[in-house]
């Protein structure tokens, strides 16, 4: 089969479309024929190499995908058919320890992602385990590079705002670098959750799109680099009550200053760098919450793709390049360029 691999970490270039041995199946696994897989963030850091992940190489990324089954293993004794459409949930944990057996996967000490720490997406055929396959109701009328963009980022959106930050009607949310995959998919949730939301961007195009996914306030934040003093303006001096902040060192003080007294941060990243300051006073005086999340569990993610279905939430696919073209979905996602998901096509 044709495939995007790696056989050494580094830049862009180091991905090479090869062919390669098409995977064959285990008994409780389904293969899949790939029809989309969606680029995150996470495909970058994983492409240059994280400190204490070892892989097997070649390797294969790609961790949001959609696909058909073209192979059952004999002990899968779901409801699963040959031929129909599904995306592939990308958590991997042990299913036994006292987290799995909680439906807390996403704090499992074995966790891991499909196209991290598995092979993924970036090829013609996947073998997963049939308990990661999630069907795709026939009435849902999603098209396939669209139910390819959603997994990864919905799962972390859901937990990020329902589950941690525990988002309610009539809250303010600010979201802060709106065009990331976690970004729009957060905007979406938190208007279905009847909140009035905020966003922030340095692109005015990223903030016209916004607001027609919903976004009530948009702040170009080139234009306006305090823009905690306006979220004063707009909350009449109250502050927000939940701040989604993944980039991390170069907004950190500023979200933290734009939340209302016993307000939320929630974080799942950092794409600015890790090192952010936080203002003990300003912590404990107005008894702030600081949140982190990682992906989701298999509920989460079963629960938000319920909005998905029913048309309330929509991918937002910036471009599809055939799989070949990997490199350059790489070099616009490392600029940022995008908005909404780059998905490939094999
Ligand atoms: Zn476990």
């Given at each position: 089969?044709?495939?995007?691999?790696?056989?050494?970490?580094?830049?862009?270039?180091?991905?090479?479309?090869?062919?390669?041995?098409?995977?064959?199946?285990?008994?409780?696994?389904?293969?899949?024929?790939?029809?989309?897989?969606?680029?995150?963030?996470?495909?970058?850091?994983?492409?240059?190499?994280?400190?204490?992940?070892?892989?097997?190489?070649?390797?294969?990324?790609?961790?949001?995908?959609?696909?058909?089954?073209?192979?059952i293993g004999s002990n899968v004794s779901n409801s699963?058919?040959?031929?129909?459409?599904?995306?592939?949930?990308?958590?991997?944990?042990?299913?036994?320890?006292?987290?799995?057996?909680?439906?807390?996967?996403?704090?499992?000490?074995?966790?891991?992602?499909?196209?991290?720490?598995?092979?993924?997406?970036?090829?013609?055929?996947?073998?997963?385990?049939?308990?990661?396959?999630?069907?795709?109701?026939?009435?849902?009328?999603l098209d396939m590079a669209g139910a390819a963009a959603?997994?990864?980022?919905?799962?972390?959106?859901?937990?990020?705002?329902?589950?941690?930050?525990?988002?309610?009607?009539?809250?303010?949310?600010?979201?802060?670098?709106?065009?990331?995959?976690?970004?729009?998919?957060?905007?979406?949730?938190?208007?279905?959750?009847?909140?009035?939301?905020?966003?922030?961007?340095?692109?005015?195009?990223?903030?016209?799109?916004?607001?027609?996914?919903?976004?009530?306030?948009?702040?170009?934040?080139?234009?306006?680099?305090?823009?905690?003093?306006?979220?004063?303006?707009?909350?009449?001096?109250?502050?927000?009550?939940?701040?989604?902040?993944?980039?991390?060192?170069?907004?950190?003080?500023?979200?933290?200053?734009?939340?209302?007294?016993?307000?939320?941060?929630?974080?799942?990243?950092?794409?600015?760098?890790?090192?952010?300051?936080?203002?003990?006073?300003?912590?404990?005086?107005?008894?702030?919450?600081?949140?982190?999340?990682?992906?989701?569990?298999?509920?989460?993610?079963?629960?938000?793709?319920?909005?998905?279905?029913?048309?309330?939430?929509?991918?937002?696919?910036?471009?599809?390049?055939?799989?070949?073209?990997?490199?350059?979905?790489?070099?616009?996602?490392?600029?940022?360029?995008?908005?909404?998901?780059?998905?490939?096509?094999?």
């Amino acid at each position: 089969m044709k495939a995007t691999v790696f056989h050494e970490h580094g830049g862009p270039e180091v991905l090479s479309y090869e062919d390669i041995a098409t995977p064959t199946i285990e008994s409780n696994q389904v293969l899949i024929k790939v029809k989309y897989t969606a680029l995150n963030h996470l495909d970058l850091f994983v492409r240059r190499g994280i400190a204490g992940l070892k892989l097997e190489m070649p390797h294969i990324l790609g961790s949001d995908i959609s696909g058909e089954i073209v192979e059952i293993g004999s002990n899968v004794s779901n409801s699963l058919e040959i031929g129909q459409k599904i995306i592939v949930d990308p958590g991997v944990s042990c299913g036994v320890c006292e987290f799995c057996i909680r439906g807390q996967e996403s704090l499992c000490s074995s966790y891991g992602i499909i196209g991290e720490h598995y092979r993924g997406g970036y090829a013609e055929y996947l073998n997963v385990d049939a308990q990661n396959i999630v069907p795709i109701p026939k009435e849902s009328g999603l098209d396939m590079a669209g139910a390819a963009a959603m997994p990864l980022t919905l799962m972390t959106a859901w937990r990020l705002l329902i589950t941690k930050a525990q988002v309610n009607v009539g809250d303010d949310v600010l979201i802060i670098g709106i065009g990331g995959g976690v970004a729009l998919a957060g905007l979406q949730i938190a208007k279905a959750a009847g909140a009035r939301v905020i966003v922030t961007s340095s692109s005015d195009k990223k903030l016209d799109k916004a607001r027609i996914l919903g976004a009530d306030e948009c702040i170009n934040h080139n234009e306006t680099p305090e823009y905690h003093k306006e979220i004063y303006r707009l909350t009449k001096n109250r502050g927000v009550d939940i701040v989604v902040d993944s980039v991390g060192q170069a907004t950190w003080s500023r979200s933290l200053k734009s939340l209302r007294k016993g307000g939320k941060l929630v974080t799942c990243g950092a794409t600015s760098g890790p090192n952010a300051e936080t203002n003990v006073n300003l912590l404990f005086w107005k008894q702030l919450e600081i949140l982190g999340s990682t992906m989701g569990s298999r509920d989460e993610l079963r629960t938000a793709l319920k909005l998905v279905w029913n048309g309330t939430i929509r991918p937002t696919v910036d471009r599809i390049l055939p799989l070949s073209r990997a490199q350059e979905a790489h070099e616009i996602l490392e600029e940022g360029a995008q908005m909404g998901k780059l998905v490939l096509k094999p």
